[in-house]
């Protein structure tokens, strides 16, 4: 099939470059042009394990394209996924949906035969009402079908969850395009994944809740180990025996930072505002928004305990600034408020990411990245777990920390509080007592 995937992000270029793997013809089409002139000369703009080789790949058999010029891409192809952002709409909590309409616009202008359009992007109840509407204004009906197929891929392990799909979501009000995207759809069917057409409102909602559902896991997770903390019990064996009850599972259930990212605090938003827009209090997700918020502000309180108040001119080294392991991306990541806030107060960070510099924190003067772990843990005063790369799972801090009165602030619970005792090492964790 010909696919034109709009928007080559994290979603447009991994699920554009998995249909090519899977036999489909892709032009990939952004308005970055130096995305794009990155990606004809194979560098890839992101972060994401084993994509560069499947990027190769397929440019090299011409079933991958790379493009900026939009109205050709759509010509070309019979199948057009939007995959542009819907970030927060600024002062607001709604879906600033500008790139969605903005591309509907362009398609408007630019559909020479009939073609499937669909939002892969994550887009609230009635967007499809919305793109329909606009399309109208140029086109007969017959040019078109607008569905609802969101991703649900995770940055980190996007090709797997691409591939190997739990279910793959279809909303679309006709049963032909229906047809034609499980034909699309079918080797990952084959290989197990679960095939769910809906009305295409209801793809768009099940977006929404599943991301809201995550987050809310999470959270709660997150307000049980502070009660283990006042209780002296070890979260990790409330997850344990919570997650082994197969109705509630063991995933989005350690506790950590705030829950940062690309989807979850902009989903649990744009969703609590569209329900506010239908006259409906989703006051869980609301608490949940709330409670995520003050978790930030909750470990920073941590820190300053741990640190007896006196922060100024501390060494702080966070490993890690990421909102998770395995991407580089910064959206909304818990750090983004950690480092500033102890920024302003006077501490000197530094801080290690396996996927190096973060424009982030280059105008903070006492901000640097360090170009290794062991440079990052040189002469400090306290180093901080931020995110639970593989690379911090199992250091040897005996060998690494010189100055004994370091203290170790594990926000991932990676490491085993008797073991560190064990080594005289002075270290905190989550939700595990005292
Ligand atoms: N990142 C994730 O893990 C993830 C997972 C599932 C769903 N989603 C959803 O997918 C959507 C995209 O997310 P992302 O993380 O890939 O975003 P992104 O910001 O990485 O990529 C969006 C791309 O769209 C391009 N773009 C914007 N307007 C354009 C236009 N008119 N023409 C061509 N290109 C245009 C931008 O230049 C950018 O490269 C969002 O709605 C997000 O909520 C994201």
């Not at 002062?91 to 359009?117: C, H, P, T």
């Not at 969703?271 to 827009?277: E, F, L, V």
């Not at 008797?418 to 005292?434: A, C």
Request: glycine share 6%; net charge positive; aromatic share 8%.
């Amino acid at each position: 099939m010909k696919l034109c995937m709009i928007g080559t992000g994290y979603v447009g270029l991994v699920s554009g470059v998995c249909f090519s793997d899977l036999g489909n013809q892709v032009i990939c089409v952004d308005k970055d042009l130096e995305k794009i002139n990155k990606l004809q000369n194979g560098i890839i703009p992101i972060y994401e394990p084993g994509l560069d080789e499947l990027v190769k790949r397929n440019i090299k058999n011409k079933r991958l394209t790379f493009s900026n010029d939009l109205k050709n891409s759509i010509k070309k192809s019979d199948i057009i996924f939007i995959c542009v952002g819907t970030p927060t709409k600024k002062g607001s909590s709604r879906a600033d949906l500008n790139q969605i309409y903005d591309v509907a616009k362009e398609l408007s202008k630019s559909l020479n035969k009939f073609k499937i359009i669909i939002t892969k992007s994550t887009v609230p109840v009635t967007t499809g009402d919305e793109i329909e509407k606009i399309l109208s204004r140029k086109n007969s009906k017959n040019k078109y079908a607008v569905v609802s197929n969101p991703e649900f891929l995770r940055e980190g392990e996007a090709i797997r969850d691409f591939v190997y799909p739990d279910r793959v979501v279809v909303g679309s009000n006709d049963k032909k395009t229906s047809k034609i995207l499980k034909k699309l759809y079918s080797p990952l069917i084959a290989k197990g994944a679960k095939y769910v057409h809906t009305s295409r409102r209801a793809a768009e909602l099940i977006k929404y809740a599943s991301n809201a559902f995550l987050a809310t896991k999470i959270t709660f997770i997150n307000e049980i180990a502070n009660l283990c903390e006042k209780t002296n019990i070890n979260i990790d064996d409330i997850s344990i025996g919570m997650g082994l009850d197969q109705r509630i599972g063991s995933r989005f259930l350690r506790a950590g930072p705030a829950y940062g990212g690309s989807c979850f605090p902009k989903d649990t938003k744009a969703i609590t505002s569209t329900a506010d827009k239908f006259k409906t209090n989703l006051t869980v997700i609301k608490s949940v928004i709330k409670s995520n918020e003050n978790r930030s502000k909750l470990l920073l309180k941590r820190v300053y305990e741990i640190l007896n108040n006196k922060i100024k001119n501390k060494k702080i080294s966070f490993l890690g600034v990421t909102f998770k392991a395995n991407t580089d991306d910064m959206r909304d990541s818990s750090s983004l408020k950690m480092i500033p806030e102890l920024s302003k107060k006077g501490a000197i960070i530094k801080y290690y990411d396996p996927t190096g510099f973060k424009k982030e924190f280059k105008n903070y003067k006492n901000v640097q990245c360090a170009k290794s772990l062991s440079i990052c843990l040189e002469k400090t005063d306290l180093i901080i777990i931020h995110t639970e790369w593989n690379d911090f799972k199992s250091l040897d801090f005996s060998r690494l920390i010189k100055n004994k009165k370091t203290f170790i602030f594990d926000m991932r619970n990676l490491y085993s509080a008797e073991e560190m005792d064990k080594k005289k090492i002075k270290y905190f964790s989550v939700g595990r007592g005292s």
